[in-house]
């Protein structure tokens, strides 16, 4: 590749220990300037750990760092920031109380003699963002921003820090298709500029239009680096699970029965979901695509009863009063949100507690726990195929696709008829996507009438019959058979109508 | 392994006492040890302590001593329960002390009109439900925030108690019906106190109930995170609810035990009362954000500070320094758990790698 520029930071024969595991074994990489490195890997791959030994969070216990080819230790993170190396992560580092300038130019701010000089800061700040075309008031609170616009401050400040190296730890993961292009396009620009770039990301298609190679990780150890985009994708997931993933979406053989989710008319009391109406039968899965936004999400919600909300829905014919969670939950709706961090996790307990805690109430009586509990979480981490160490330790300790298996699983287990599942595989990587996928699928054959709500096209396309697509708050049209691509689905989520031809089903 | 404890000491001779405090006990401690958790830090300085005061106070392992601890610190003991189910479940209760206050006003008053003994127990019982309810109402369906409810209802009912006997204390002594509840509170049976056996059933209790029932399970889920607690089914008000109702029910027996010992009711309130039950919580190791604890830890840490307490009273320092010491030990218990849950007292994790 670019070997003729000396490497801006080179990792030899990294190791890290753990309590427990060893998260890095004898791992190297190196990035010159102006080359995009995906850092690619299963959850619990050492990627992280690997990031953050760079950006100075960690140290490692054994091998060398070099920076500029000489050997450096990167005590902390501001020892990092002087070196200009520049770590973005999906949790924004924004003080969120401040201004969009203030925080461009946060630990660093302009001054004339011991006074901050507000004038110029603002100027600059306007000019920084300018030149990265970040359309955003300076003097805008943080807080009010959406989280695209956020993200961007985030890489205006990094850029105008004079980065030399810019990590991006699932940097894109929360945002939507249009901001994540955005994003990508302002790194691709900084490349351009000489600027080195490290990337973590669970989805392909960033790597593929970004990256120009891959360093793949397994295990802690280093699998090999290859060149991007000229790697097949088969071959680099092959190389991050260690198996063929033949199958990735999986398949199911059933056709779709008696309709078992009959929503009229439902709307959010805040005005984000206007009235929406649709059907869903025992053994399909409809997906619900959209820009961040566009209602979907509310949808979710409103139908697992997470949101105060108006309309009509009907388990198999018997009206679920809304606005309830415990309500929806016992008529048979299963809800899993997007945000697991906000929503799902119970942080401070064990993995067995946060798996029974939507099951209390079956398995109880008179309000004891029965002992049949750790039989159940025994099986059902078996069944969903949850790594853990034991049902006792903190469901934090475990990686996020493990996380999110043992979240779905609990819900799962409830054998509910109608599940909601909001983005169910954000922040997860390929392998535990690929079995989340094969879980789905089993419980569509079992005659579950499944509604999957996500960003990312391809998985809708690849699980889904039909795609409803959300556009300012309403469901504007659906794709199902030929018609299911990403070019129509994106062309109704941006405009609110496809651009080719009417669709030849009615909704 | 009583046997083995006489056998040492026999061995060690007339300085044996820390060596018993330690053997004895000792293989049972190692199993509370590895099942302590949170509370592993207060259990260790616990330990010590108990092992110095073993050696600088002769007459601090006698019987007589120890039931002291316990009668002395029973009431601290029964506050610091109910406070644990509030504050696992994200909240805190500053009214405890002075809802404590009104009961027992209320028992001396019920008393004193001549009522029967269970209609003076009953009562006061029932007041402190009602004021659990009050909190638990204004807090869970009216939505305000816990601190401001409790707050408030601090300077209520600490009015209250006083207004209900225009500031004065109600001498139950020589009162009839109040018998039953002074030889409980005073009693002992086979030389162990009645209020020993209460302690240690109500701790039980409460251990059995927090771990083992949907509603326990509710309250750890209500304190680590609300909203995903409300979207698997827990019913978030009535839980909230029940906890302040628990404190407000401890309030009423913790009355019940004071005015016991006191033989009188009265309406003042220990100005460190609150601060010791708080304390004792977060000293066992419940997270003061909620989510994480537990009873065990709670009679750790009421232990600990009694113990404290104890020792500077056998070590004729001033009682003044009660509230330094006691103050001084919550923070560094706290800051202790904080420094683990970062990561900073790696030393322990390293070996174990």
Request: with cysteine.
């Amino acid at each position: 590749m670019n070997a003729n520029t000396a490497p801006l930071v080179e990792v030899r024969g990294v190791s890290k220990r753990y309590p427990g595991v060893l998260a890095l074994d004898d791992a190297s990489l190196s990035v010159r300037p102006g080359e995009v490195v995906a850092l690619t890997g299963e959850n619990g791959s050492g990627k992280s750990t690997l990031s953050k030994i760079i950006g100075g969070a960690e140290q490692p216990d054994g091998g060398v760092v070099l920076v500029d080819g000489a050997e450096t230790v990167i005590a902390n993170p501001a020892t990092a920031l002087k070196l200009g190396i520049v770590m973005i992560s999906q949790e924004l580092t924004l003080a969120p109380e401040l201004t969009v300038a203030e925080n461009v130019f946060l630990g660093r701010l302009p001054r004339r003699g011991r006074f901050i000089d507000w004038a110029t800061m603002r100027t600059r700040a306007r000019e920084e963002l300018a030149a990265l075309d970040v359309h955003v008031d300076v003097d805008a609170k943080v807080a009010d921003l959406s989280v695209e616009l956020q993200q961007e401050v985030e890489i205006a400040r990094a850029v105008s820090s004079q980065a030399r190296l810019l990590i991006l730890d699932e940097a894109t993961s929360s945002l939507s298709e249009h901001a994540t292009e955005r994003l990508l396009e302002l790194v691709r620009e900084q490349a351009r500029r000489g600027v080195a770039v490290l990337m973590i990301s669970h989805r392909m298609p960033e790597l593929y239009s970004t990256a120009g190679s891959a360093v793949v990780l397994r295990d802690g150890r280093l699998v090999g680096t290859v060149p991007l985009p000229a790697t097949p994708e088969s071959q680099l997931v092959r190389m991050m699970v260690g198996r063929e993933l033949n199958d990735y979406y999986g398949s199911r053989d059933c056709t779709p029965g008696e309709v078992v989710l009959q929503v009229r008319d439902l709307a959010s009391a805040d005005g984000a979901l206007a009235p929406t109406s649709f059907e869903v039968r025992s053994g399909e899965i409809v997906g619900i695509a959209g820009l961040v936004g566009s209602g979907k999400a509310q949808l979710g919600m409103a139908l697992g009863g997470a949101v105060a909300a108006s309309g009509e829905v009907r388990v198999n014919g018997t009206p679920v009063a809304l606005g309830d969670p415990r309500r929806a939950l016992s008529a048979g709706i299963g809800l899993v949100p997007d945000d697991r961090k906000r929503a799902a996790l119970l942080p401070t307990r064990s993995v067995a507690h946060n798996m029974t805690l939507t099951w209390l109430p079956k398995i109880s009586r008179f309000g004891v726990v029965s002992r049949s509990e750790n039989r159940r979480v025994r099986e059902a981490i078996a069944e969903y195929g949850v790594k853990t160490s034991s049902p006792a330790k903190l469901i934090t300790q475990l990686s996020g696709g493990n996380q999110q298996k043992a979240i779905l699983g609990r819900i799962f287990a409830l054998g509910c008829p109608v599940y909601v599942l909001s983005e169910p595989t954000r922040g997860v990587d390929v392998g535990s996507k690929s079995q989340i996928y094969a879980l789905l699928q089993r419980l569509t054959e079992n005659g579950a009438a499944v509604v999957i709500i996500s960003s990312e096209l391809p998985e809708l396309i690849g699980l889904a019959d039909r795609v409803l697509v959300c556009f300012q708050g309403a469901v504007h049209g659906e794709c199902s058979g030929e018609q299911l691509t990403e070019v129509h689905l994106n062309a109704i989520a941006v405009s609110g109508r496809t651009h080719t031809e009417d669709f030849g089903e009615p909704s | 392994m009583s046997q083995d404890t006489t056998i040492r000491r026999d061995d060690a001779g007339p300085a044996s006492s820390p060596p018993s405090g330690r053997s004895g006990p000792g293989a049972l401690l190692a199993g509370v040890w590895r099942a302590s958790g949170n509370s592993t830090g207060v259990l260790a300085g616990l330990i010590l302590l108990v092992i110095f005061l073993s050696i600088s106070q002769p007459i601090f392992l006698t019987w007589g001593n120890i039931t002291n601890i316990v009668a002395s610190n029973s009431v601290v003991l029964v506050l610091a329960v109910g406070a644990t189910f509030v504050i696992i479940a994200g909240g805190l209760d500053l009214s405890t002390a002075s809802a404590a206050a009104v009961t027992g006003m209320t028992y001396g008053l019920l008393l004193q009109h001549g009522q029967g003994a269970l209609v003076a127990v009953g009562g006061a019982l029932l007041v402190g439900l009602l004021l659990g309810v009050i909190n638990g109402v204004l807090i869970s369906y009216v939505k305000i925030s816990f601190l401001v409810v409790t707050l408030g209802t601090l300077s209520v009912f600490e009015s209250a108690a006083l207004v209900m006997s225009q500031g004065k204390t109600i001498n139950v002594f020589a009162i009839e019906n109040f018998k039953p509840i002074y030889n409980i509170t005073n009693g002992e049976v086979a030389g162990i106190p009645y209020v020993l056996i209460f302690d240690i059933v109500l701790v039980v209790v409460a251990a059995l109930v927090l771990r083992y029932t949907t509603f326990g399970r509710g309250v750890y889920a209500l304190g680590s995170n609300r909203e995903a607690a409300r979207l698997n089914g827990i019913n978030v008000d009535r839980t909230t609810l029940s906890v302040f109702v628990i404190a407000g029910l401890a309030a009423a027996v913790a009355s019940l035990i004071q005015v016991g010992r006191l033989t009188g009711a009265s309406p003042g309130i220990d100005s460190t009362l609150l601060l010791t039950v708080v304390a004792a919580v977060l000293i066992g190791g419940t997270a003061y954000t909620g989510g994480a604890g537990g009873v065990g830890g709670t009679v750790l840490g009421v232990l600990f500070l009694g113990v404290i307490q104890n020792g500077l009273t056998l070590s004729s320092v001033s009682s003044f320094w009660r509230g330094t010491v006691n103050g001084v030990v919550l923070i560094v218990a706290v800051a202790l758990g904080v420094a683990r849950d970062r990561g900073w007292l790696r030393l322990n994790r390293g070996k174990k790698a």
